[in-house]
């Protein structure tokens, strides 16, 4: 049973830098691609990015200067850094499991809640 | 604003059928598959429906999904009130490298 757990800070202030990271179990990191998305109080989703086993990133044109994914295979986790945050920052951000086939997103960690204060 | 389109909010009674419909653009829904994602409020996302229109496993078959050149629609069956959630849909957009979703739609059963 695949399982994904966030972890790192849930407060921070503009202008700070977001490090999360997400600890897989139940599958290898070597195998997929690895997602990061996020969703504001009462909005929708939406998708950050994605790491694979081999370093190669696609990110989300709105935040690529912004963001840095990571992947650790030995420790079988990945990592999320956002710099420069706002309070537009503030979210709910899940890890998942991203297939590479049809990019659908089969396995989500329980989220973790981010709020950047001014 | 959001690459797909979904309206905001759909309702229907009990035991009757729905569709949520999710517009796009042929960067995205009209060259790559579509999935879609239910939410119940308080919990991360869940995957219905993949590569347009394939159940992953342990998904009640009450849940449909089809495609037409660059909309695509999502049915429920039979519906209950469990089924009370936002449905997201995405896909692939060609031109932007990465993976965007539609705004959501709220279904209310009434």
């Known amino acids: 049973q695949v399982q994904l757990q966030e972890s790192g800070p849930r407060l921070l202030k503009a202008s700070e830098t977001l490090s999360l990271f997400c600890t897989v179990s139940g599958d290898s990191i070597k195998t997929n691609y690895w997602a990061w998305i996020r969703q504001p109080a009462g909005k929708g989703l939406e998708w950050i990015g994605r790491v694979s086993a081999t370093g190669n990133t696609n990110y989300n044109p709105s935040l690529k200067s912004r963001v840095t994914m990571s992947i650790d295979t030995s420790a079988n986790q990945f990592s999320l850094r956002l710099s420069l945050v706002t309070p537009a920052d503030s979210a709910m951000y899940y890890c998942a499991r991203e297939q590479g086939g049809d990019d659908s997103i089969d396995h989500w960690g329980q989220g973790i809640l981010v709020t950047v204060s001014s | 604003q959001s690459v797909l389109t979904q309206s905001p909010s759909v309702s229907e009674a009990p035991r009757q059928r729905v569709t949520i419909s999710c517009s796009g653009s042929?960067?995205?829904?009209?060259?790559?598959?579509v999935n879609w994602y239910q939410q119940i409020p308080g919990k991360a996302p869940k995957l219905l429906i993949y590569y347009d229109d394939v159940l992953p496993s342990g998904v009640s078959d009450r849940f449909s999904g089809s495609k037409s050149g660059t909309s695509a629609s999502l049915a429920i069956s039979g519906l209950q009130s469990e089924d009370e959630a936002d449905y997201y849909c995405a896909a692939w957009d060609d031109s932007l490298n990465g993976l965007v979703f539609g705004g959501g739609t709220t279904l209310s059963v009434l």
């Open positions: 042929s960067s995205n829904i009209g060259n790559n598959g």
